[in-house]
């Protein structure tokens, strides 16, 4: 999409201008195992954007990729207007400031309660007073939901449930402008995946969030997501709004929107 | 309120007697996070408190930029100062802030929630007791955990088809055969530097030839078995701790007990049975090679040819030294093997308690290790051996 010029004077489309998420020609491999091939997605600023696909497809890799966690073999990846593979070690650091991530376990550190991992991002790149930063960590743990009492506690006390929003109250220590999510709502039982989902949704628009989401969930899909890219065949099939998509024309597609599942979750 | 600071990027300070109006302005993000704080510090600054504060106060947000989940919070922290003294409200928040400042101020600001703590002296004791009662509970528990394996030990003897021959191979060739190099090299480096250190001393009483005794004896009945100990504990014992500790944590475990499986059974005798096994072969070679590296420094230091060295050894010392030494290795296998194993099914909750009970376990199969040593020894001498 980069390379068509726009004509002056008309008006860019916002899918072109406000991208905050920009992947071009990302090609993945293993050895000889290539798990991406000249792949293209944009995230637009602000929206909440599924990722779906076959096991295997890719989605966690996509993801780790972005993020930077896994080199591509070529391709670039642009977050918030900067190209991911060629910046400095500073520029590298304060990029990492534009997102936040939410493993599937968590991944918080275990040596640490609730409240200082929320707050090992602070200390890290800020140098603030400890009421403050008390004040702070408290705080985006009762945004994530969590009770109070669960700051002094160890990740391996808590619940799978409450360790999610725990992780989710730590990626949203920064004030990111991307939140990725790598299967946010596995594992939690289906009132606490919608409990999930209502937390995702409601600050993504109070904090102005846009998030990425990699999920199976058809749930989320339907509750949350703005649009979904559904990933096969190595690259993005269709990045639009769930209802397009359901009508979108692959056999994988139509066997993962037209099975019982996704009945069941109100969407076909 | 101390109006003295009046004016700054981020606060504005006007108004007369009965009311104040606070704007607040410029870029309450984390960036700034410290001045803005400074800044609130200075406001309300203990000496300037009791200066006439006005009945009312007006927090006017119209003046903020950009506001991020941590300027909002610190615009909470404001408002709560600032209400310590008078009444305050908040006024004019920009649209584009406001579901923000919302969540930030529908939370309630977090209470304090400090553990209590002890004065120190009764922490002092208060620790100390602690501290013997977590010994004297682990011994104990060291103790049944013992007696457990070696019931599944015996049973096993009745019931042979319980025993796992392949797992017991697999850590003969870890614990054992892996180990060769690192015990034979230093035994070998130690019988050399006892033959060239004695022979130094020695030699001032025209004695050096005793060298071969002194070295020998030690050897036999000490060193060799102990150094091979020493090394298996922080080789290998470390390594069941390790390796257990993460199946207990990856809740494996307890899968083997759903499906039946004791853990004892599975995971510890083969680890046990093993280094029953290995150990004494393991301080036999170490004998074996401390002696060579003695010959060896005795050949290039004192030109004690080999053959020479061993007439004399084969005169001088009994086997009954030998026998001493690697009598202890079976009990010092089981040590090492019950204490990594124990601490491994220990482990609960994080990586990090699985690296204490992994220090925990060498500590511990070492200290004890000498300990019985230590009993051997005495033991020995008052039989006459």
């Known amino acids: 999409m980069d390379d068509i010029t726009q004509m002056p004077g008309t008006p860019a489309l916002p899918d072109q201008q406000d991208a905050i998420i920009k992947v071009r020609g990302l090609k993945t491999a293993f050895g000889e195992h290539v798990v991406h091939e000249n792949l293209d997605l944009d995230v637009k600023r602000g929206e909440i954007l599924g990722i779906v696909g076959g096991s295997g497809s890719g989605k966690s890799v996509l993801l780790r990729t972005i993020i930077g966690l896994n080199k591509q073999a070529s391709g670039t990846v642009e977050i918030n207007g900067r190209n991911q593979s060629t910046l400095s070690r500073a520029e590298e650091r304060s990029s990492r400031q534009d997102w936040g991530v939410l493993f599937q376990d968590g991944a918080l550190f275990s040596s640490l309660t609730v409240a200082q991992n929320v707050q090992v991002p602070l200390r890290e790149y800020y140098d603030l007073p400890l009421d403050v930063m008390d004040d702070l960590a408290r705080s985006k743990i009762t945004m994530a939901g969590l009770p109070l009492d669960a700051a002094c506690m160890f990740p391996s006390d808590l619940s799978g449930g409450m360790r999610k929003r725990a992780a989710l109250a730590r990626s949203l220590a920064l004030d990111p402008k991307v939140l990725f999510l790598d299967e946010p709502t596995a594992g939690l039982d289906p009132i606490g995946a919608a409990a999930f989902d209502g937390l995702v949704k409601d600050l993504s628009v109070s904090l102005g969030l846009t998030v990425f989401l990699v999920t199976h969930d058809l749930d989320t899909l339907y509750r949350v997501c703005d649009r979904v890219a559904v990933l096969g065949d190595k690259r993005i099939l269709i990045n639009a709004p769930l209802s397009d ?24 | 309120m101390n109006t003295a600071v009046q004016n700054n990027d981020f606060v504005s300070v006007d108004g007369d007697g009965a009311e104040t109006r606070i704007l607040l302005k410029g870029d309450w993000v984390i960036e700034n996070a410290h001045a803005i704080d400074q800044t609130m510090r200075a406001l309300f600054s203990p000496k300037s408190s009791h200066s006439n504060a006005p009945h009312t106060s007006t927090l006017d947000c119209g003046g903020l930029t950009s506001l991020d989940t941590t300027g909002a919070v610190l615009v909470r922290r404001f408002a709560g100062k600032v209400g310590e003294h008078c009444e305050a409200t908040l006024t004019g928040v920009p649209d584009a802030h406001k579901p923000l400042l919302d969540v930030i101020t529908c939370c309630p600001p977090p209470a304090r929630m400090e553990p209590e703590t002890l004065p120190w002296y009764i922490s002092v004791l208060s620790e100390t007791g602690e501290a013997v009662w977590m010994a004297l509970r682990s011994f104990a528990r060291l103790l049944s955990f013992l007696g457990l394996v070696l019931i599944r030990l015996m049973g096993s003897i009745s019931d042979p088809g319980r025993v796992r021959i392949i797992p017991i191979i697999h850590q003969m060739d870890v614990t054992g055969m892996r180990a060769m190099g690192i015990v034979g090299l230093i035994s070998f480096l130690i019988g050399a530097v006892m033959v060239n250190q004695g022979a130094i001393q020695l ?17 036999l009945r000490e060193l060799g078995i102990l150094l091979t100990a020493i090394i298996i504990a922080g080789r290998s014992g470390s ?6 500790g993460s ?3 990856n809740e494996e475990v307890d899968a083997m007990r759903t499906l039946g499986m004791d853990p004892i059974d599975v995971l510890v005798l083969p680890r046990l049975i093993a280094l029953l096994v290995c150990l004494p072969l393991l301080a036999f070679y170490a004998d074996v090679l401390g002696i060579a590296g003695g010959i060896l420094m005795a050949w290039v230091q004192l030109d004690i040819s080999p053959g020479n060295f061993i007439v004399y050894f084969r005169e001088e010392i009994s086997v009954d030294h030998f026998w001493v030494g690697i009598i202890k290795a079976p009990f010092f296998a089981a040590i090492i093997a019950t204490c990594g194993c124990y601490q491994g099914l220990r482990v609960e909750g994080s990586a990090d308690a699985l690296g204490s009970r992994t220090t925990k376990s060498v500590v511990q199969a070492i200290f004890l290790v000498i300990v019985f040593d230590a009993l051997f020894a005495i033991f020995f001498t008052s039989i006459g051996l």
């Open chain 2, 239 to 244: 390594a069941f701790t390790a390796q257990i």
């Open chain 1, 245 to 268: 998509v359901v009508q979108f024309d692959h056999p994988w597609v139509k066997e993962y929107f037209g099975g019982p599942r996704a009945r069941a979750a109100g969407i076909a």
């Open chain 2, 203 to 219: 030699a001032k009483f025209g004695a050096d030839i005793f060298v071969i005794d002194m070295m020998g004896i030690s050897h």
């Open chain 2, 247 to 249: 199946m207990v944590l």
